[in-house]
């Protein structure tokens, strides 16, 4: 097919009366309408640029660029080492040169332009000699309706070439699709679907915009390709007449922000494993259930039954049925009946749409982003985007550009071109600012200044961008004290916490169970899984130093282990969780001698003990005098069993890496 193609597009030049060997004259190809065209494709310039700097990056030959062109072919931009750059200039393979191929001959761009499918045109295979130095890789961009956008193509010298090229072109143009169809529908119902579900998220998913009215409107390439239809085909369909689903049912499906995929069946009888994007205030009266009615069934009492295990009583009062909504959304989704957690939810929807910045200050994985998430799903902003920035997981360098965006140029060296920043993306909606502890001091100024003039100036940009923002912070920091270290700018301080609230460890929680239960239902929401009293104890019991998420990780490890059985037990938990958690049970209690079908613990859904009483039932000669040293030790521990393998501490501990290291400094520093 290739030589095939090659040969046509020769036979086209030939019929062009292009020559292969005189010198092309490019004196008349660079346009001066350069910036028009840039202008009318500044759309995709913003959602190319990203993506053309990571695929740099992963071609890694310092003889070669990127480069994007608009859908007749002329160069909008391109990326690359300045050594191939400049001798790439010389055959016009720079910004507002036309390499369609009237003008260039047999080129990846101009045959993928004629071939609407991915290109290599090799060395000798370019029509016109001055070319064969190259060898090009060429994927079109296509809009969800199919309509081509342009090409992004990868050239190098023809020694750089490397067969997974190609491969690379063709995923990175996918990606760009992905963004342009999130974008155009982002007030739409999407579905992101793959016939393996640990494929949704990642290039190979399929997604499709759905209206209102259950009306297909557009998809991604991976999608028809999936669904084996053209874009028109599909656009004749319903979600109901492929999908055999209706609109109410996602929605109810995805009121829960952990909920699991969907299952569907096309009419060919394939199964499709599906998740779903939507603006919640703006879908949720499409859904069957109420809030009230979901709530009901997170809210039903959750007392531990003499006999038949944790779930008993409430799955007595309303059975959880298959399908059932796995209940509310927002905010209402965090009120599961723990007083400060109730206490801080009030303040919060106090000030929504006040436009009054919240700081949510808490440990590691006590639900600060989730908070925020909510905050900006039940606000008037829900429509708009919320994006998160980690200040923590970005290196200091790249912090500004990542928030401010650049210009085209503003880095030394033509590899950096410009880029939209977190702040001009959040616009309308609201700007995420976990970590805001560790932004480094001189950053702290320039965001201040956002802050005050409602605008953004992009770095080596003389323009700022207005912007209209939600601000949420977060922070396991004292900002206080860093503010007399002189780390932390008071000003900025007082500009992010207009309220601020504080979420409550997991152990001084008193919802532990409707947590446990509510995540159990997630994880498992056709078959609902009971705990045994033994396990119930040792949840109970447990410090939790990674919190909810740690939590959860605990329980759908559980869950998993536990296959078809409908009651998880002490040998569905992992070893290392169960040696913590039984060093943390009270001194003289022991699990194993708990009469078997009988409580643990008293107190229906009682909070964990507090520190104090919650020693280590075998005393060590150094036993840890407080919360945070047992914590520190835990870490300790966790990072040895691990090897010193930071990431599976991490997973195993349900803590951030980031957390992991920053605990082990404080550790050193107390050591030391
Ligand atoms: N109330 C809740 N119910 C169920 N799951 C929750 C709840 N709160 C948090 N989680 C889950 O716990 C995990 C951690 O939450 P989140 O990322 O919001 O915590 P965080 O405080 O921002 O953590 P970090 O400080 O490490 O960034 C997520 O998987 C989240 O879905």
């Given at each position: 097919m290739h030589a095939e193609s090659i040969l046509q597009s020769h036979e086209r030049c030939a019929a062009l009366g292009l020559s292969r060997v005189d010198r092309p004259d490019h004196a008349s190809l660079i346009r001066s309408d350069l910036a028009l065209a840039r202008e009318r494709n500044l759309r995709l310039h913003l959602h190319a640029a990203p993506v053309m700097e990571l695929l740099l990056e992963q071609t890694m030959a310092s003889q070669s660029m990127v480069v994007l062109t608009d859908a007749q072919g002329t160069v909008l931009h391109s990326?690359?080492?300045?050594?191939?750059?400049?001798?790439?200039?010389?055959?016009?393979?720079?910004?507002?040169?036309?390499?369609?191929?009237?003008?260039?001959?047999?080129?990846?761009?101009?045959?993928?332009?004629?071939d609407e499918a991915p290109t290599v045109v090799h060395a000798g295979e370019h029509?016109?000699?001055?070319?064969?130095?190259?060898?090009?890789?060429?994927?079109?961009?296509?809009?969800?309706?199919?309509?081509?956008?342009?090409?992004?193509?990868?050239?190098?010298?023809?020694?750089?070439?490397?067969?997974?090229?190609?491969?690379l072109v063709k995923m990175s143009a996918r990606m760009i699709e992905n963004h342009w169809l999130s974008d155009d529908f982002r007030h739409a119902l999407r579905l992101h679907f793959h016939s393996r579900p640990e494929f949704i998220g990642t290039l190979m998913e399929g997604i499709v915009a759905v209206g209102r009215d259950g009306r297909l409107l557009?998809?991604?390439?991976?999608?028809?390709?999936?669904?084996?239809?053209?874009?028109?085909?599909?656009?004749?369909?319903?979600?109901?007449?492929?999908?055999?689903?209706?609109?109410?049912?996602?929605?109810?499906?995805?009121?829960?922000?952990?909920?699991?995929?969907?299952?569907?069946?096309?009419?060919?009888?394939?199964?499709?494993?599906?998740?779903?994007?939507?603006?919640?205030?703006?879908?949720?009266?499409?859904?069957?259930?109420?809030?009230?009615?979901?709530?009901?069934?997170?809210?039903?009492?959750?007392?531990?039954?003499?006999?038949?295990?944790?779930?008993?009583?409430?799955?007595?009062?309303?059975?959880?049925?298959?399908?059932?909504?796995?209940?509310?959304?927002?905010?209402?989704?965090?009120?599961?009946?723990?007083a400060q957690m109730e206490a801080a939810i009030t303040k919060v929807r106090r000030v929504l749409n006040r436009d009054i910045p919240v700081m949510v200050l808490g440990e590691t994985g006590t639900g600060k982003e989730l908070m925020a998430r909510a905050l900006h799903q039940d606000s008037d902003r829900a429509r708009y985007p919320f994006v998160a920035v980690n200040c923590a997981s970005i290196p200091e360098s790249l912090i500004e550009a990542e928030l401010f965006g650049y210009e085209d140029g503003a880095f030394t060296g033509a590899r950096r071109k410009g880029a939209v920043g977190k702040i001009a993306q959040a616009n309308g909606g609201t700007l995420f600012l976990d970590e805001v502890g560790d932004m480094p001091l001189a950053l702290?100024?320039?965001?201040?200044?956002?802050?005050?003039?409602?605008?953004?100036?992009?770095?080596?940009?003389?323009?700022?961008?207005?912007?209209?923002l939600a601000i949420v912070s977060a922070t396991h920091r004292n900002l206080r004290d860093m503010i007399s270290a002189q780390t932390f700018r008071e000003d900025l301080y007082y500009r992010l916490n207009g309220l601020v609230v504080r979420l409550p460890p997991l152990r001084e929680r008193s919802d532990l169970m409707t947590i446990v239960r509510k995540i159990l239902r997630a994880e498992s929401p056709s078959r609902p899984l009971d705990l045994d009293d033994e396990v119930v104890e040792l949840l109970k019991a447990y410090r939790w130093p990674g919190n909810i998420r740690q939590l959860a990780n605990v329980l759908r490890t559980a869950a998993v282990m536990a296959g078809s059985d409908m009651v998880i037990n002490r040998t569905h938990l992992s070893d290392d969780f169960l040696e913590d958690a039984q060093r943390e049970l009270p001194s003289g209690a022991s699990?194993?001698?708990?009469?078997?079908?009988?409580?643990?613990?008293?107190?229906?859904?009682?909070?964990?003990?507090?520190?104090?009483?919650?020693?280590?039932?075998?005393?060590?000669?150094?036993?840890?005098?407080?919360?945070?040293?047992?914590?520190?030790?835990?870490?300790?521990?966790?990072?040895?069993?691990?090897?010193?393998?930071?990431?599976?501490?991490?997973?195993?501990?349900?803590?951030?890496?980031?957390?992991?290291?920053?605990?082990?400094?404080?550790l050193d520093s107390k050591q030391g």
């Amino acid at each position: 097919m290739h030589a095939e193609s090659i040969l046509q597009s020769h036979e086209r030049c030939a019929a062009l009366g292009l020559s292969r060997v005189d010198r092309p004259d490019h004196a008349s190809l660079i346009r001066s309408d350069l910036a028009l065209a840039r202008e009318r494709n500044l759309r995709l310039h913003l959602h190319a640029a990203p993506v053309m700097e990571l695929l740099l990056e992963q071609t890694m030959a310092s003889q070669s660029m990127v480069v994007l062109t608009d859908a007749q072919g002329t160069v909008l931009h391109s990326v690359g080492h300045d050594a191939f750059l400049q001798r790439a200039s010389k055959v016009a393979l720079a910004p507002g040169a036309n390499w369609s191929e009237q003008n260039k001959g047999t080129n990846a761009i101009g045959t993928t332009l004629i071939d609407e499918a991915p290109t290599v045109v090799h060395a000798g295979e370019h029509y016109m000699h001055a070319n064969g130095f190259l060898t090009c890789s060429a994927a079109p961009i296509f809009d969800p309706r199919g309509n081509m956008l342009g090409v992004l193509d990868v050239s190098g010298d023809l020694h750089s070439y490397h067969l997974h090229t190609l491969g690379l072109v063709k995923m990175s143009a996918r990606m760009i699709e992905n963004h342009w169809l999130s974008d155009d529908f982002r007030h739409a119902l999407r579905l992101h679907f793959h016939s393996r579900p640990e494929f949704i998220g990642t290039l190979m998913e399929g997604i499709v915009a759905v209206g209102r009215d259950g009306r297909l409107l557009g998809a991604n390439r991976s999608a028809l390709d999936q669904l084996q239809m053209s874009g028109a085909a599909l656009r004749m369909n319903s979600i109901a007449t492929l999908f055999s689903l209706t609109v109410g049912a996602v929605v109810d499906h995805f009121r829960s922000p952990m909920a699991p995929p969907m299952s569907m069946e096309l009419p060919g009888g394939q199964r499709l494993h599906m998740r779903a994007a939507f603006n919640w205030p703006t879908w949720h009266s499409l859904g069957s259930t109420t809030i009230d009615d979901a709530l009901d069934v997170i809210d039903a009492p959750s007392p531990m039954a003499a006999t038949g295990g944790f779930f008993a009583a409430a799955a007595g009062s309303r059975p959880a049925t298959p399908g059932a909504s796995p209940g509310p959304s927002g905010l209402r989704y965090l009120q599961t009946g723990d007083a400060q957690m109730e206490a801080a939810i009030t303040k919060v929807r106090r000030v929504l749409n006040r436009d009054i910045p919240v700081m949510v200050l808490g440990e590691t994985g006590t639900g600060k982003e989730l908070m925020a998430r909510a905050l900006h799903q039940d606000s008037d902003r829900a429509r708009y985007p919320f994006v998160a920035v980690n200040c923590a997981s970005i290196p200091e360098s790249l912090i500004e550009a990542e928030l401010f965006g650049y210009e085209d140029g503003a880095f030394t060296g033509a590899r950096r071109k410009g880029a939209v920043g977190k702040i001009a993306q959040a616009n309308g909606g609201t700007l995420f600012l976990d970590e805001v502890g560790d932004m480094p001091l001189a950053l702290q100024a320039r965001l201040l200044r956002v802050l005050q003039e409602r605008q953004v100036m992009p770095l080596g940009s003389t323009k700022s961008i207005p912007v209209d923002l939600a601000i949420v912070s977060a922070t396991h920091r004292n900002l206080r004290d860093m503010i007399s270290a002189q780390t932390f700018r008071e000003d900025l301080y007082y500009r992010l916490n207009g309220l601020v609230v504080r979420l409550p460890p997991l152990r001084e929680r008193s919802d532990l169970m409707t947590i446990v239960r509510k995540i159990l239902r997630a994880e498992s929401p056709s078959r609902p899984l009971d705990l045994d009293d033994e396990v119930v104890e040792l949840l109970k019991a447990y410090r939790w130093p990674g919190n909810i998420r740690q939590l959860a990780n605990v329980l759908r490890t559980a869950a998993v282990m536990a296959g078809s059985d409908m009651v998880i037990n002490r040998t569905h938990l992992s070893d290392d969780f169960l040696e913590d958690a039984q060093r943390e049970l009270p001194s003289g209690a022991s699990v194993a001698s708990a009469a078997p079908g009988q409580p643990a613990h008293a107190a229906p859904g009682a909070a964990a003990e507090p520190a104090a009483s919650a020693a280590p039932a075998t005393p060590a000669a150094t036993e840890p005098a407080t919360l945070q040293e047992m914590e520190l030790r835990t870490i300790q521990r966790a990072v040895e069993e691990a090897g010193g393998n930071i990431s599976i501490a991490s997973r195993r501990l349900g803590i951030s890496r980031n957390t992991i290291y920053r605990k082990l400094r404080l550790l050193d520093s107390k050591q030391g």
